[in-house]
Structure formats: structure tokens, C-alpha cells
């Protein structure tokens, strides 16, 4: 996406993203999707370490320009402060006091630019006695009690892919993090740090819960819960042909038409919870689901609010009727299919990004180095030509 086909509720912003793994690269993408310029800084000795994706389906690549540097030089973190000076935020997710030596902390952007939005993205936060632990998505949700929750009763916890920490409690609190202190910004012209960790986000995702726990509607034991598998009517069924249906009935006009439907035996529409029948409650739906392929399910409740839904495969939900009626995936015919942005902007829609834009004269002219600037960084082997 060139800088001047850019729209979006942030076009005109311009983003740097220290180049790194997940949360981060996910926050670019977002960023640039809803309109900034996303410049990002990738070592020139970097490499995936386990995992190496065409540039057509690179996500964390696209819709940014990049360039490439040698950050031990002093000239490219000199060009890194310059590019500082000109941004509204900056993005970063290495551990603590990493970017400090390299001489682009907090500190130094700021004497720079003292209205940036430095954006901080840590596992555990730039203090305490883990700060400087490494970890992963799992690690983090372990630590903030969110796995322990995730399970069944009879069973381990099991990780939710890497959605909850990582992208839930990573990426959308730096997300809105930035954005909460650019809207700052805008009154006082000051910019400041957001210090984002991903077991704080996950803990933040999990408020109600502890709610629920202090007024004594949720115990601390796995899959006896009313949103856990705890009860029979929120819950996942395997049907005849090893499909599985959803089943999120919870409120008892919603239950009773689903009961209508299955059929359910009239003692348990007027008892629903009544834990004393949620064992035969939850045999009968299992025999009655595996009586019946998912799709045959999905067709009979699909026009009622009975709460049930096929569970769908990644590449079955891009082709479900709703989706599609909502565009809410790309075309195939554009290279790759992938969600589109969202949030949804009435007066200023997002764009899907495309493959990175990988000249570094065109991504600093983006942030408005003139010609004479760049032949300079080209001239010294800063930056490639």
C-alpha cells in the first residue's frame, strides 16, 4: 500500500515497528491497515529462526516498508533517532533494557521527539523479578491463572493457540494502548511509554472472572463452570460424521427452543439447572447429536436462537454464508485468503495491506527524508540503494 493510496482512521501517522515475532508484527500489520505509515526496522543479519514464509503470505511484513540495518553501527541508530524524530509512535518488543543499549530507549526517542508514542510489548513488563525471563504465550497464560481455567474437567489444561496472550493480551492492549496515548497526545503534545505485557493483557481479559470468583458464581475447579463445559447446554458435541457442533444455549427461551429442536426430553426444559439432571441432560444431547451429521445440525438451527453453530475449520468459516455475505475474508483470487481488517471504519474504511514495500529510498521518503538525505544513507552503505 503506497503511502498515498493510504486511508484509513490513521492515515497520515506515521508508525516505526522494531522488527520481531507475534504480538508485535500483528500490531503492525493493524496499524498499517487502518492508514499509517509503517516503517519497519529489521537487522541485516535477522532470520527466523524456525520459520520462513513467502513474502506473498508474510503477514508480519506486509503493508510496511522496510529497511534494513546494522544496528551496531552507529550511523543506522543515529538514522533510527532521525526516523524517531519525524514519527508519531514507535513499537518494540525485545526484553527489557535491549533497546536502552542499543541507544534507542525511551530516553534517547524522546529527547528526539518528546511527542512519541513509544510502545513497550514484554511478556512480563519492564519490571519484576521475571522481567527479564523468556517465555512464550503459554508461559504467560499460565502465570496469570487464564490456562488453569481452559479444560476439561477430567483433563489438562489445554492452550487455546496462541490467541489469548499473545494477540488478546499482547497485541490489542499495545493496540490500544497507542492509540489511548496518541488521543493523550492530541490535548498536551507529550508523548510517554506504554508499557504492554502480555500476562498483565491476559489477566485484564479474565476481570470478570474474578468477579465471578468473589461473589462465589465460579469455582477454581477446571470444567464446572457455567462458560467452562461445566454445564451441558455450553458445550461441544461430536455428530455422526465426527464433526462437532457449539451449543450455547444459556439463557431458557434460547434453551427451550433448542430443546424443541433436538428434541430434548421435557423434564430438562423445566429443569435446566438443576445440576441434579445435567448428567442425563448432557447424555441425551450427545445421543441425539451423534444421531445426525454436523451439517445437518448446522442447516436446522441455523434460522433459530438456539445459540448452536458448526464448529468450522479455518478454511470452512471463509466459505460459511455469513462470512461471506459480510466480505468478512479476502478473495482467493488476491493471492491469499486472510481476514480483513477490523474494526470496521464507516467515513474511513481500513485497506488490506500487501506485500511489504522492500525499498529503503522509498520507505524513508515515505517519512520525509528528501533525495539528497537518502543518496547520503545509500553513499555511506547505511541503507541499500
Given amino acids: 500500500m503506497a503511502a498515498g493510496t493510504r486511508s484509513g482512521p490513521l492515515a497520515g501517522f506515521r508508525i516505526i515497528e522494531m522488527a520481531g515475532l507475534g504480538p508485535v508484527p500483528l500490531a503492525g ?8 505509515e509503517v516503517i519497519r526496522i529489521e537487522r541485516k543479519s535477522s532470520a527466523r529462526a524456525f520459520l520462513t514464509i513467502p513474502e506473498k503470505y508474510d503477514l508480519d511484513r506486509h503493508g510496511r516498508s522496510i529497511i534494513r540495518l546494522d544496528l551496531r553501527d552507529p550511523s543506522a541508530v543515529e538514522l533510527v533517532l532521525k526516523l524517531a524524530e519525524k514519527a508519531d509512535g514507535l513499537v518494540e518488543g525485545f526484553r527489557p533494557g535491549v533497546m536502552e543499549r542499543l541507544g534507542l530507549g525511551p530516553d534517547a526517542a524522546h529527547a528526539r521527539n518528546p511527542a512519541l508514542v513509544y510502545g513497550r510489548m514484554t511478556g512480563f513488563g519492564q519490571d519484576g523479578p521475571l522481567a527479564n525471563r523468556a517465555g512464550h504465550d503459554l508461559t504467560y497464560l499460565a502465570l496469570s491463572g487464564v490456562l488453569h481455567a481452559i479444560g476439561p474437567k477430567d483433563g489438562k489444561p489445554t492452550p487455546p493457540l496462541n490467541l489469548v496472550a499473545d494477540f488478546g493480551g499482547g497485541t490489542m492492549f499495545l493496540i490500544a494502548g497507542m492509540l489511548a496515548a496518541l488521543l493523550e497526545r492530541s490535548r498536551t503534545g507529550k508523548g510517554q511509554v506504554v508499557d504492554t505485557a502480555m500476562v498483565d493483557g491476559a489477566s485484564m481479559l479474565a476481570a470478570p472472572f474474578y468477579s465471578f470468583l468473589a461473589t462465589g ?3 477454581e475447579k477446571r470444567g464446572s463452570n457455567l462458560l467452562d463445559s461445566g454445564t451441558p447446554f455450553y458445550d461441544t458435541y461430536e455428530a455422526a460424521d465426527g464433526g462437532y457442533i457449539a451449543v450455547a444455549c444459556l439463557e431458557p427461551q434460547f434453551f427451550a427452543e ?5 428434541p430434548l426430553s421435557e423434564r430438562f426444559v423445566k429443569g435446566q439447572y438443576d445440576q441434579k439432571l445435567w448428567a442425563g441432560m448432557r447424555a441425551e444431547i450427545a445421543e441425539r447429536i451423534a444421531s445426525k451429521p454436523r451439517d445437518h445440525w448446522a442447516e436446522l438451527f441455523a434460522p433459530t436462537d438456539a445459540c448452536v453453530a458448526p464448529v468450522l475449520s479455518f478454511s470452512e468459516a471463509t466459505k460459511h454464508p455469513h462470512n461471506v455475505a459480510r466480505n468478512t475474508h479476502t478473495d482467493p483470487t488476491s493471492g491469499m485468503t486472510r481476514p480483513q481488517p477490523a474494526p ?17 529510498s522509498e520507505a524513508l521518503a515515505g517519512f520525509g527524508f528528501d533525495r539528497q538525505e537518502i543518496d547520503g544513507l545509500v553513499s555511506q552503505g547505511i541503507i541499500d540503494g
Fill in 29 to 36: 500489520l493493524m496499524l498499517a491497515e487502518m492508514g499509517s
Fill in 344 to 360: 470496521r471504519f464507516g467515513r474511513t474504511p481500513s485497506k488490506v495491506a500487501g506485500p511489504a514495500n522492500t525499498s529503503p
Fill in 258 to 262: 433448542f430443546a424443541k429442536l433436538l
Fill in 217 to 219: 458464581f465460579w469455582t
